[in-house]
């Protein structure tokens, strides 16, 4: 048998040209504000099956998530900076809150016993004040309503928080758009993804109810969302329309920090003054 080197350089080429390019989809939403005049803003998800991009909306910034490396990026492009979060940072942040609880407590026992206690009873209403509610579970629950969104057949699932609606999705099924269920798991793994690293947050009882996943309800949808409503006290507050979905090759780089942007990390709270008794 007779082999030329023509047949493994084309090799070659298609084997580099398939890793520096991904196969996956983007999708353009559109969200109106429906308490400030109907405001509008834009923004673009691109997707893979362990990986996400969100650019625009109502901020400059980019959210990359990557679940290969259980790892979300927030970038600013304009002060070409991006902050990481992941189980390690999270860790960090919550060592650093002990850490500034032990520095005061440090502080107050060189104080008087009478200032001491009325500094501990200005601290305790003060703590009192900020302490959070926890949140109650997402629950979604189906309908036989129905409506016809983009020339798209959807259905209504309704989203509570308790006894409370939060929301609604109008979701169409897969068979009728050309994303599969498969393909749109990087959502409900990012809800885990949340879960998991922010649970430490939950124990401190001025965070955790203001430490919230954003997409605890996604591994709960059976379909592909086509508008998503926001309610407050029984009022829709937001309209979210997903549209112009399309397969799209990404390059490698789209899911990645670019080049020459500078990680920002927490500082450590300074280390109170102490004077000589």
């Given at each position: 048998m007779f082999w030329t080197t023509k047949p493994l350089v084309a090799l070659a080429v298609i084997t580099t040209l398939n890793s520096a390019v991904l196969a996956g989809f983007t999708v353009d939403t559109k969200t109106t504000h429906l308490t400030d005049g109907e405001s509008t803003d834009t923004a673009k998800l691109s997707f893979e099956p362990d990986r996400l991009r969100i650019e625009g909306g109502a901020s400059a910034t980019i959210i990359i998530y990557r679940s290969d490396k259980q790892t979300l990026w927030n970038i600013h492009p304009d002060t070409k900076t991006y902050v990481e979060m992941n189980a390690s940072t999270v860790a960090e942040t919550t060592t650093r809150m002990k850490e500034a609880m032990a520095r005061m407590d440090a502080q107050l026992s060189q104080l008087p016993p009478e200032r001491r206690k009325n500094a501990e009873k200005l601290m305790a209403a003060m703590f009192a004040s900020q302490v959070q509610p926890s949140m109650p579970n997402v629950t979604i629950k189906t309908s036989n309503t129905t409506r016809t969104i983009q020339s798209l057949n959807c259905r209504l699932l309704e989203v509570f928080q308790g006894k409370t609606k939060t929301g609604e999705y109008w979701v169409t099924d897969w068979k009728n758009i050309p994303i599969s269920a498969s393909d749109f798991t990087i959502f409900s793994e990012m809800g885990t993804f949340f879960s998991k690293i922010l649970a430490p947050l939950q124990n401190n009882p001025v965070l955790k109810g203001i430490v919230k996943n954003p997409y605890q309800a996604f591994d709960k949808i059976d379909g592909f969302p086509i508008l998503i409503r926001r309610l407050e006290d029984g009022k829709?507050?937001?309209?979210?329309?997903?549209?112009?979905?399309?397969?799209?090759?990404?390059?490698?780089?789209?899911?990645?920090?670019?080049?020459?942007?500078?990680?920002?990390t927490q500082k450590a709270a300074p280390k109170p003054h102490q004077k000589t008794p």
């Open positions: 829709a507050v937001s309209e979210t329309h997903f549209q112009n979905i399309q397969k799209t090759a990404h390059p490698n780089t789209h899911f990645d920090v670019p080049k020459g942007y500078k990680k920002k």
